[in-house]
């Protein structure tokens, strides 16, 4: 799978997981860690950054979801990250 496949699922599996409810989207989240490693590639560094980032922000609505914040999660910082990675592995 490409780096832009890869980036593309999972902006695409973010924006699916932020309508589903909090142990659903919970679980969705936990399928894309694997996505969001690094494979050792000859990446750039601003795409190996880019996909640090969007992994960090993933984790962060992920532990939010997890500790039931009566807050809403930080889809947006995700999905921006996501969107960021994304523009640079094309």
Known sequence: MSEQDK?????????TAEAAEPQA???????????T??????QSIEIDEARASAFLAICEVGKALHRGKPSPPPWTGAIAATERWLALAK
């Open 7 to 15: 980036a593309r699922h999972v902006f695409q599996a973010l924006k």
């Open 37 to 42: 490693r690094g494979g050792g590639d000859d």
């Open 25 to 35: 989207a919970l679980a969705m989240l936990n399928g894309l860690i694997e996505l």
